[in-house]
């Protein structure tokens, strides 16, 4: 081989490793940037924007009141929460899209009276994976909110997500700090069915991070999954 080709092959290798360093090292720090944001949330204590609340995750105070609960459309929500649903309630409005809000905060003994309505109507097993009981239900954090269509169509059902309020959501919600907090197909890990419509407030960042990567809040967390009680 000419010596000049082996110098030309010498540099491409070296060209190529340098590449490849400098990507790992990239790769690196994206994976410790993540993890430094996992650490820094707070997934424990009600107050936090970031709390897991889930069947095997009860609040840390079961009779948990928000210190500060506004109006918006409605129904009560955390300050943060409901400033946002002001906006994105009205950016749907601008687009054609009508969003209300059909259920916001709920104290520990409305969860109880709804739980039980449903344990009486269909038995405990199926209320118990259509709605949450007292304690461990994210409506009493504040956070949370159930949208609907203004003329009530699909309300609280999975057909809400091909009407415009829930096709609306789904594709910009994580713009202002929500997430589809129980997808679908993912009943085995949140404990919950499909609801296109309950939407929960965690803030913008982790919001496009969730909505990005298609994770709920149990796998971004690293928090096993929490099918049952
Ligand atoms: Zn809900």
């Known amino acids: 081989m000419p010596r000049q080709l082996v110098k030309t092959h010498i540099a491409l290798i070296g060209c190529v490793c340098l590449c490849l360093l400098g990507y790992l090292s990239w790769f690196e720090s994206q994976a410790q940037q993540a993890s430094a944001q996992t650490a820094r949330l707070d997934f424990d204590s009600p107050d936090s924007l970031a709390v897991v609340v889930n069947k095997t995750r009860p609040l840390a105070d079961p009779a948990y009141i928000p ?16 400033g946002a649903f002001g906006q994105l309630s009205a950016e749907a409005a601008a687009a054609g899209v009508g969003i209300t809000a059909v259920s916001g905060y709920r104290t520990a003994a409305d969860q109880a009276h709804i ?60 713009r202002y ?36 990567t298609g994770q709920t809040l149990e796998e971004f967390a690293g928090f096993p999954p929490a099918p049952s009680y």
């Open 177 to 212: 700090g929500f997430v589809i907090r129980y997808p679908a197909g993912a009943t085995t890990i949140t404990g919950f069915a499909y609801e296109p419509w309950h939407l929960r407030f965690v803030g913008t960042e982790l919001a496009a991070e969730l909505h990005e």
């Open 67 to 82: 210190a500060e609960l506004h109006d918006a459309g409605g129904v009560l929500l955390r300050p943060e929460a409901a």
């Open 115 to 174: 739980h039980e309505s449903y344990s009486a109507s269909y038995g405990a097993p199926t209320a118990d994976g259509i709605s949450a009981r007292a304690g461990h239900s994210e409506h009493q954090t504040g956070l949370a909110v159930d949208i609907g269509n203004a003329d009530g169509s699909c309300a609280l059902e999975p057909c809400f997500e091909t009407t415009p309020a829930g096709a609306w959501a789904a594709a910009n919600a994580h």
